[in-house]
């Protein structure tokens, strides 16, 4: 529901876009945005791989009790 939701919003939000500008530009800023989020996304992917869970679980394990605290 959540995921249907985002993409009404990112239609309605492309189809104003189109009505201030032609739609060449619209669709060159929707696939730009497309290609910048899946760049953006594969960064995290393989740069989380890497990541030491235990110490990862720790650290926020700790970051909680400060904050409840």
């Not at 189809?15 to 945005?33: H, K, P, Q, R, V």
């Not at 594969?42 to 990541?51: C, K």
């Not at 720790?58 to 904050?67: D, Y």
Request: no cysteine; hydrophobic share 60%.
């Amino acid at each position: 529901l959540a995921v249907f939701r985002e993409g009404v919003e990112t239609a309605l939000f492309l189809s104003a876009a189109a009505f201030a500008t032609n739609g060449s530009e619209t669709l060159i800023g929707a696939a730009a945005g497309l290609g910048a989020a899946a760049l953006i996304g594969y960064l995290i992917y393989a740069s989380t791989m890497r990541l030491n869970l235990r110490l990862f679980f720790n650290v926020t394990s700790v970051l909680l009790l400060v904050f409840a605290a």
